[in-house]
């Protein structure tokens, strides 16, 4: 689950800080620029902008997202990414080359469509 060891991450400890009672860190993946965090309650993550100097900490609940996109790396773009899509905004996210986007894709679909 998630590239990074929950119980051994310092980056998990820093996110622990930010959950309210009864959430848990579930996966966290490395994105492009920062990660992603999904709790058994929501999605933590910054929303960067490249050129920006300003840094959101975005904190999605499940219940806000409509659907999303799984973008998977093609031949002349190596890229990979997601697109979350609430009724007010649709999130862009680059994750890191070697992340295994079914597991980002199962994680979803669990809280999604349960």
């Known amino acids: 689950m998630g590239i990074f060891s929950v119980s051994r991450s310092t980056d998990a400890k820093k996110l622990e800080a930010l959950l309210v009672e009864g959430e848990r860190i ?17 999605i933590i993550f910054f929303d960067n902008k490249m050129f ?32 979350l899509m609430t009724r007010s905004k649709t999130f862009e996210l680059e994750f890191a080359k070697d992340t295994d986007l079914s597991e980002v894709q199962a994680v979803l679909t669990k809280h999604l469509c349960s």
């Open 26 to 42: 579930e996966s966290i993946y490395k994105l492009r620029v920062d990660q992603i965090c999904f709790t058994n309650k929501r």
């Open 52 to 83: 920006s100097k300003k840094k959101v900490r975005v904190f999605l609940p499940y219940k806000t997202i409509e659907s999303f996109a799984i973008q998977e790396a093609g031949m002349f773009d190596p890229d990979t990414g997601l697109l």
